[in-house]
């Protein structure tokens, strides 16, 4: 990234994309894989990408926040997030 050679902080917002970056179909592969949610799986390669990017996910349910907590201690092989481009 490039923010990350400035030393500056990227914080996307709404990092999942909705329905629609969450359901897809190399993330549920992944998610299946490793039997997480396929949040955790976008989220851990997002966090993977740069120690300088902070994802704000959005949730409405105590549930899907402990889903995203957990998502920081995934570790997930150089393969797994190579398949997620």
């Not at 329905?19 to 039997?35: D, F, Y």
Request: aromatic share 6%.
């Amino acid at each position: 990234m490039r923010t990350s050679r400035l030393g500056i902080a990227f914080l996307p917002w709404f990092p999942l994309g909705g329905n629609r970056g969450v359901r897809a179909l190399k993330v549920k592969r992944v998610a299946a894989r490793h039997r997480v949610a396929p949040a955790q799986v976008a989220l851990a390669w997002l966090l993977a990408r740069s120690p300088l990017l902070l994802p704000i996910p959005g949730t409405q349910s105590i549930e899907h926040l402990e889903e995203n907590v957990c998502a920081a201690a995934l570790t997930r092989a150089p393969e797994d997030f190579g398949d997620l481009g």
